[in-house]
C-alpha cells in the first residue's frame, strides 16, 4: 500500500465503522434491544495483516476468519504490533479435522461446530491439551442443501451428547440465512431464536450467542436476535454500497 492509500483506507474504515454502529444500533432499538448486546466481528478473510492493523486502530476489535492458514497469517502479521494483543480473533469457517489443532488456544470462538463428528474431534485434542474451546453449534435453519450444519431436529437430538464432551464449552449457536431473500433471512434468523429457546429449555444452557446476520442483512439478524454480527464486505471493500 503507498501512504496515500493507505490514508484513505484509514478514513474510509472510520467512517465506514460509525456508519455501521449507527445502523445496528437503529436495528436494536427497533427490536427494543440495547445496541450494547450485539458484538460485531470483522471478517478480515479477503484483506491483509495490514488491513487488519488498520481496523484496529478505527476501532474494531475481534476479527473473523475462515481459514486456519489465514489466521495464522494475520496472527503473524500483527505480532509486531503490541496494541494488537488483545485483538480477538474468530473461526468462522469450515474446520476439517485435520487442521484443529492449528485453531484451537488461538482463536476466542469457533462458530463453525456442524456435526458431532467435528466436535468429538475438537474435545478430543482440547482435552489432550488441557484447553477449553468455547464453541458454537453451526445450524442450518433454512434448509438448504448447499448449506453445513446441524437441521434443528438433529441438532435437538444431539445436545446430550454434545454437552457430555470435555474440552469444550458450547456457547451458543451459528446460522447463515439465504442470500439475496430479506424474507428468507427473517424466517431463518427468527429461527435460530426459537431454537436456542428450546434447546435452553431442555438443556439448562445459557446459549447466550447467537452468530447471525452478514454485511447485506445484519440489521434483519439484529432485530430477530443476533448478538454478534459476522461483517466482511460492508467493513472493508469501498465498492460495498450502504443502503
Ligand atoms: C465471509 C463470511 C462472512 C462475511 O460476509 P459478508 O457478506 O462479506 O459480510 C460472514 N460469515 C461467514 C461464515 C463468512 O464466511
Not at 463428528?117 to 485434542?125: D, E, F, G, V, Y
Not at 427468527?190 to 450467542?209: F, I, S
Amino acid at each position: 500500500m503507498r501512504g496515500n492509500e493507505q490514508t484513505e483506507l484509514d478514513s474510509f474504515l472510520v467512517e465506514r465503522r460509525k456508519a455501521i454502529c449507527e445502523r445496528m444500533a437503529a436495528a436494536a432499538r427497533r427490536a427494543g434491544r440495547s445496541p450494547d448486546e450485539v458484538t460485531m466481528l470483522a471478517v478480515s478473510k479477503t484483506v491483509g495483516p495490514k488491513e487488519v492493523v488498520l481496523a484496529w486502530k478505527a476501532g474494531y476489535r475481534a476479527f473473523g476468519e475462515n481459514r486456519p492458514q489465514e489466521l495464522k497469517r494475520k496472527l503473524e502479521g500483527i505480532e509486531a504490533y503490541p496494541e494488537l494483543r488483545g485483538a480477538r480473533f474468530d473461526m468462522i469457517g469450515n474446520l476439517q479435522t485435520n487442521k484443529i489443532n492449528q485453531v484451537i488456544g488461538k482463536v476466542s470462538l469457533i462458530h463453525s461446530v456442524s456435526s458431532v463428528h467435528l466436535a468429538q474431534s475438537i474435545s478430543k485434542r482440547a482435552a489432550a491439551r488441557g484447553l477449553r474451546c468455547d464453541v458454537l453449534l453451526e445450524v442450518n435453519v433454512s434448509g438448504e442443501k448447499s448449506k453445513a450444519g446441524f437441521s434443528p431436529e438433529e441438532l435437538r437430538g444431539a445436545m446430550d451428547q454434545l454437552m457430555g464432551l470435555d474440552g469444550i464449552a458450547v456457547r451458543g449457536l451459528m446460522t447463515m440465512a439465504p442470500a439475496h431473500d430479506a424474507d428468507g433471512a427473517r424466517r431463518t434468523f427468527c429461527g435460530l431464536r426459537e431454537l436456542a429457546e428450546a434447546l435452553r429449555a431442555d438443556t439448562g444452557l445459557g446459549l447466550e450467542v447467537l452468530s447471525s446476520g452478514m454485511s447485506d442483512d445484519f440489521h434483519i439478524a439484529i432485530e430477530e436476535g443476533s448478538t454478534l454480527v459476522r461483517l466482511g464486505r460492508i467493513v472493508f471493500d469501498p465498492g460495498y454500497e450502504l443502503r
